[in-house]
């Protein structure tokens, strides 16, 4: 396309020029000037073009501003050789043509990409009509979402479809589909309503499918504590057979939600490659699974984990059990901050960014997330508790502040997030002050009538509202031994004695 803009585009000027009175002498210089001049012009185009991505799918280019990187890449190009020939020692073509071809390229460059997004449309449109059964052949553009009704999940969901994915959710649903009622008839959202731990129906939901995002599971420690062995099933087992039918049927990415909580206790800065200190069965269950996975990893099957910080912050389905959200709501309704264990450290991210940080890890490249694992945040958003209670008391001044000293939690960490800003360039759109005032603006609006309802807690809904078939155990007993390592790790590493959960 470069080469024939450049060519049509002298011989309009040619035309143009001489209006008809050309000879064969003044043939063959435009002909010269073309033969000097678009190899120099070929050979920027290719450069500039592989920079942006073209070839590589490069993140920016599978990006949704894909047309604008094009049209980029094509004026920086002419930009570039306009300076070379006149740097050179040649004889330059007219300016004209410089312009002329610059726009005939760009024209045929944005022709030829919407063409191709086009045609795959209507390709997609027509297989799915002369097939009822999926493809078991991986389409890059289909990602399944395991858990995507949850508190992180129902903010991806619209981040996926925005972009163009088609998008497979599968679900309990044990909060309804209010938390996803926003994307609930989008076109490209199919909704398997289904335990995953059923195999047929993890099989059923994964054909066709080039990435997973494994959201699902019992999270928090509070939560994981109230029946050992269904955490275990949950949260390991499942996830052991999940990633298995995934490896089977050719996915491609498996991206799984872990949790900076497996650093436990410590003084130090810990980034990904730290030596890892549980003190709660859910980081247990976690790091345990993150173990599984990586024994399932290879060059075809990207295993990506992503360690997400405390989150706050309102979603479709938001939780008032996380220590942001709950001393915010405590502020505002029952005008008490008290904060338990001020001086322990704990890494922030709000749930958009986690949101963010999954798309992230959907579309970079595969060498950039290949078998990775990323703490997900930022380091400003190390903070103590005693400083997010302070944060509170600042944007709810008539609340009182108590210092409650030290509970049962032994948790504190700082977190290194520096690999996730460099590999995939991550940057947090939210801070804590920010979230703290988007959560007090829910509850003076009314769009949080009772944050001490079931369906804001993940403990209180499993002892209040989960209905014993939603929780019923599939548990089979090899699982608590991989889990037992987790406690014989640590104390290999010197750690303090962990109390059985």
């Known amino acids: 396309m470069v080469a024939g803009s450049f060519a049509v585009a002298m011989v309009i000027h040619l035309l143009w020029a001489y209006r008809?009175?050309?000879?064969?002498?003044?043939?063959?210089?435009?002909?010269?000037?073309?033969?000097?001049?678009v190899g120099i012009l070929m050979l920027i185009a290719f450069v500039v073009f592989a920079a942006s991505g073209f070839y590589s799918r490069g993140r920016a280019y599978q990006s949704r501003y894909k047309m604008l990187v094009v049209a980029q890449a094509v004026l920086l190009a002419y930009l570039i050789f306009g300076f070379a020939v006149f740097m050179?020692?040649?004889?330059?073509?007219p300016r004209s043509v410089l312009f002329a071809s610059g726009f005939l390229t760009l024209g045929l460059t944005l022709a030829s990409r919407a063409w191709v997004h086009y045609w795959d449309s209507v390709e997609a449109r027509r297989k799915a009509k002369a097939s009822p059964i999926p493809s078991l052949i991986a389409d890059e553009r289909i990602v399944l979402v395991i858990g995507g009704a949850?508190?992180?999940?129902?903010?991806?969901?619209?981040?996926?479809?925005?972009?163009?994915?088609?998008?497979?959710l599968l679900d309990l649903l044990l909060f309804g589909k209010e938390p996803i009622a926003h994307v609930l008839h989008h076109p490209n959202l199919e909704i398997i309503q289904a335990d995953f731990r059923q195999v047929d129906k993890v099989v059923e939901a994964m054909r066709g499918v080039d990435t997973v995002v494994h959201l699902g599971g019992l999270v928090g420690d509070p939560a994981c504590a109230l029946d050992e062995n269904l955490t275990i099933e949950i949260n390991l087992v499942a996830t052991r057979t999940i990633a298995e039918i995934a490896k089977g049927m050719r996915v491609r990415r498996f991206i799984f939600a872990s949790t900076?909580?497996?650093?436990?206790?410590?003084?130090?800065?810990?980034d990904e490659r730290s030596n890892l200190n549980p003190v709660s069965l859910y980081a247990r269950s976690k790091i345990a699974s993150e173990q599984v996975l990586r024994q399932l990893q290879s060059d075809d099957f990207s295993v990506v984990i992503l360690r997400f910080g405390t989150i706050y912050g309102l979603s479709g389905r938001?939780?008032?059990?996380?220590?942001?959200?709950?001393?915010t709501a405590k502020a505002v309704v029952d005008k008490k901050i008290t904060v338990f264990g001020g001086d322990q450290w704990r890494p922030f991210v709000h749930v958009d960014d986690a949101a963010h940080a999954v798309m992230l890890a959907v579309e970079a490249p595969k060498e950039r997330v290949h078998n990775e694992t990323f703490n997900v945040g930022s380091n400003e958003g190390n903070m103590t508790l005693g400083m997010v209670g302070e944060l509170v008391k600042k944007l709810v001044p008539d609340?009182?502040?108590?210092?409650?000293?030290?509970?049962?939690?032994?948790?504190?960490?700082?977190?290194?997030?520096?690999?996730?800003?460099?590999?995939?360039?991550?940057?947090?759109?939210?801070?804590?002050?920010?979230?703290?005032?988007?959560?007090?603006?829910?509850?003076?609006?009314?769009?949080?009538r009772d944050y001490r309802s079931?369906?804001?807690?993940?403990?209180?809904?499993?002892?209040?509202?989960?209905?014993?078939?939603a929780v019923k155990q599939y548990y089979l007993g090899w699982e608590k031994s991989l889990i037992q390592q987790t406690y014989e790790a640590k104390e290999e590493q010197g750690s303090a004695t962990v109390p059985q959960a």
């Open 260 to 270: 900076c909580s497996v650093y436990g206790a410590s003084d130090l800065v810990l």
């Open 150 to 168: 949850g508190y992180i999940g129902s903010g991806l969901l619209p981040r996926l479809l925005e972009r163009g994915y088609r998008v497979r």
């Open 399 to 448: 609340a009182e502040l108590i210092d409650s000293g030290r509970d049962g939690d032994r948790r504190n960490y700082r977190v290194d997030f520096s690999k996730i800003r460099n590999r995939l360039g991550f940057e947090p759109q939210w801070t804590v002050e920010q979230g703290i005032q988007q959560v007090i603006e829910a509850l003076k609006s009314g769009k949080v």
């Open 20 to 37: 008809g009175a050309a000879d064969a002498v003044l043939l063959g210089a435009y002909a010269q000037i073309y033969a000097k001049n």
């Open 88 to 93: 050179l020692p040649l004889v330059d073509p």
């Open 318 to 327: 938001t939780r008032f059990d996380l220590v942001v959200n709950l001393l």
């Open 454 to 469: 079931a369906m804001y807690s993940n403990v209180k809904y499993l002892t209040e509202g989960a209905t014993s078939d």
